[in-house]
Structure formats: structure tokens, C-alpha cells
């Protein structure tokens, strides 16, 4: 049983760059979660994705977008990347509206330079 | 907004002294999930509090959520080394729908 897939796992991009990063949830799972954690903080909402639509969002500005496919899977974008942007990009799997046990994929770790 | 504050931020103990990190959210909570970190790791689910009063244990691990829903803790008796990483709780709110992270706690074990 498949857990959380991410790719890439790490990722060197210059400020001003476009970056996407892709996830793939746990088998079973329908809904989908990003957050960034930045060096020696806590992970932070971007937004969580379900039936293909944006549920809910964090305090992210619109450089930070995302979609879901139909096969569940998501992406995370980032426009005109800033330095503060390095962190380590989380996505989460869960089923359907529940906030119960998600599960976490090992990250990305983007380093902007 | 809904914040979930989690203390201390560190905690430096000797092997086999007890551990205890504290959470409390601004909001009432539909339920609490505590997750461990370890350093260079992701965020590993180890268990979720529902109900008001509610205590769990996990061998050694002991978690309670509080009456009113807003608080949480947890309780690791008697460190081992095996225990070092960053404890979260994570506050999920059925109005705002949303799972929001505490700051953690980083937990370091001397043997």
C-alpha cells in the first residue's frame, strides 16, 4: 500500500523562477494538503484540495496555486519565487471532509537562491 | 484566525527523566492530532484525540485533550533516546475545516 509520494525531493531554483511540485496521496485517500515548513518551525496550511476544487486556504499569497487531477493527485505552484520561499514542502493525504489522521509525504525541499 | 500554541519550544531532559510538552488553541477544537517529526524526517502521525476529557496512552506515551476542547498534552515517562525529534499537536476545527500545526516542541535526550 502505497503511502505519499512526492517529487522532486529536493530543488535549487533562482528568486524569480516558477516552481511545481507534485504529490501523489495514499491509496484510498481523496483529499489532498500542502503545507511549507520552514527551518525549525511548524508546518504551515497553504490550501487543501478535494474533488478537484481549492477547499480551504491558508495565509499564502496567489504566487502559491495549486490543482488536483481526477486520479487525486496534486500540484503546488509558485510564481516569481522569493528567498523566503526555501522551506520544505509538505503535502498530506486524508479521506474525503475528515481532519482525521492525515498522512504526510516526505517533503520537497526547495532552497531559493 | 485560529492559532495553536505549543510549549516549550525545547526540552533538553537526561535518559529516563519524564517529558511534557503542552498545546492550546485560541479556538475550540473538533480534535487534536499529535504527530513526531525526526530531525531531517517528516511529520509522522502517532495519534488523535476526539472526545472532551479524553486520554490515550502509547506504551510510554500518555496524551489528554482537555474538557473545554483546547487544550492537549502529551507525556512520554521515563526519555529514551529512541524519543529524540520534535513533538507536534495539530488542532482541527470542523467550522474552519482546516488542521493547523503548533510550533512544535524539539526534544533532545542525553544517555
Known amino acids: 500500500d502505497a503511502g505519499v509520494t512526492q517529487s522532486p525531493t529536493h530543488l535549487i531554483k533562482t528568486r524569480g523562477q516558477q516552481v511545481t511540485l507534485r504529490c501523489s496521496p495514499k491509496?484510498?485517500?481523496?483529499?489532498v494538503s500542502w503545507y511549507q515548513q520552514a527551518l525549525g518551525q511548524g508546518p504551515q496550511f497553504i490550501f487543501q484540495?478535494?474533488?478537484?476544487?481549492?477547499?480551504q486556504r491558508g495565509n499564502f499569497p496567489d504566487r502559491f496555486s495549486g490543482h488536483q487531477f481526477p486520479n487525486y493527485s496534486s500540484e503546488l505552484n509558485v510564481n516569481a519565487l522569493l528567498l523566503g520561499d526555501s522551506a520544505l514542502y509538505l503535502c498530506?493525504?486524508?479521506?474525503?471532509?475528515?481532519?482525521?489522521?492525515?498522512?504526510f509525504g516526505s517533503g520537497t525541499r526547495l532552497t531559493v537562491v | 484566525g485560529q492559532q495553536v500554541m505549543q510549549i516549550p519550544q525545547y526540552q533538553h531532559v537526561q535518559e529516563g527523566e519524564d517529558f511534557t510538552t503542552y498545546c492550546n488553541s485560541s479556538?475550540?477544537?473538533?480534535?487534536i492530532q499529535w504527530y513526531k517529526q525526526r530531525p531531517g524526517g517528516h511529520p509522522v502521525f502517532l495519534i488523535q484525540?476526539?472526545?472532551?476529557?479524553e486520554v490515550k496512552k502509547q506504551k510510554r506515551l500518555t496524551f489528554q485533550f482537555g474538557e473545554a476542547k483546547k487544550n492537549s498534552s502529551l507525556h512520554i515517562t521515563a526519555t529514551q533516546t529512541t524519543d529524540v525529534g520534535t513533538y507536534f499537536c495539530?488542532?482541527?476545527?470542523?467550522?474552519?475545516?482546516?488542521?493547523?500545526f503548533g510550533q512544535g516542541t524539539t526534544l533532545q535526550v542525553k544517555p
Open positions: 495539530a488542532g482541527g476545527s470542523s467550522n474552519t475545516g482546516k488542521l493547523i
Open positions: 484525540l476526539v472526545k472532551s476529557g
Open positions: 484540495y478535494y474533488e478537484e476544487e481549492e477547499r
Open positions: 491509496s484510498g485517500h481523496d483529499t
Open positions: 479556538t475550540t477544537l473538533s480534535n
Open positions: 498530506a493525504s486524508s479521506l474525503g471532509r475528515d481532519l482525521y489522521g492525515y498522512t
